[in-house]
């Protein structure tokens, strides 16, 4: 089957499924967040990441299985604001990334560091710290041994261009640099972006228009 990776407030989930990792990704509101389910499947361990709202339509996605740990991207409340009944309710450990989890009023069991490294199971995801749209925000590498990169970035990196570092140009050109050497410069054309709103991408598909960002700005 295939994975358009487009999915909708109030529509079903859209599966992904990799040799040795299932992705679910389901959107929820008010503000058309992407919330993103990694199964392990030769554990069963599950990891969300991003308990971004509804809380009920993370629970269904979850199921009986539950999640060891959910991972926050960054610390605006439209990535966490389900994040404490999420916790609450399967026991999860929370992970985000060092200097963002002050600005997440639920507690971060684990901050995460630049290149740190994330199990869910026998799957490994790499954090790269991204700064620009916030001071910590993370992306999360899985390298696929069978197939090639997949990366979640948050609210780092879109269709189109990377987050809003609200007209700040030091921001803009901090989030431009990490992203352009940190997963640009070192991943192929065919790693797999999933973001924290909206459609999927890829990096061959944003590469031609780097330079367009850098000279607009945004």
Not at 88 to 93: H, I, K, S
Not at 167 to 178: I, N, R, T, V, Y
Request: overall charge negative; aromatic content about 6%; hydrophobic content about 35%.
């Amino acid at each position: 089957m295939t994975y358009p990776g487009v999915v909708k407030v109030g529509g079903p989930a859209d599966v992904r499924e990799l040799t040795d990792v299932a992705i679910s990704k389901v959107a929820v509101g008010p503000m058309d967040n992407n919330a993103y389910l990694l199964r392990c499947r030769a554990t069963d361990e599950q990891l969300l990441i991003d308990a971004a709202a509804e809380v009920n339509t993370l629970l269904t996605l979850i199921g009986d299985s539950g999640i060891a740990s959910v991972v926050t991207t960054h610390r605006h409340p439209d990535h966490w604001a389900a994040l404490r009944e999420t916790v609450d309710a399967t026991g999860a450990r929370t992970y985000a990334g060092r200097y963002d989890a002050e600005g997440i009023p639920v507690p971060t069991d684990i901050p995460v560091e630049d290149g740190d490294t994330i199990t869910v199971g026998r799957i490994e995801l790499t954090a790269r710290r991204l700064v620009g749209h916030t001071p910590g925000s993370i992306a999360l590498i899985y390298d696929d041994p069978h197939g090639h990169t997949h990366v979640f970035t948050g609210d780092c990196l879109f269709p189109g261009g990377i987050g809003n570092t609200h007209q700040d140009p030091k921001a803009f050109a901090s989030l431009l640099a990490d992203v352009e050497t940190k997963l640009f410069d070192q991943l192929p054309d065919q790693t797999w972006i999933y973001p924290g709103h909206g459609a999927d991408t890829t990096l061959g598909a944003e590469r031609p228009h780097l330079q367009e960002w850098r000279e607009r700005g945004w």
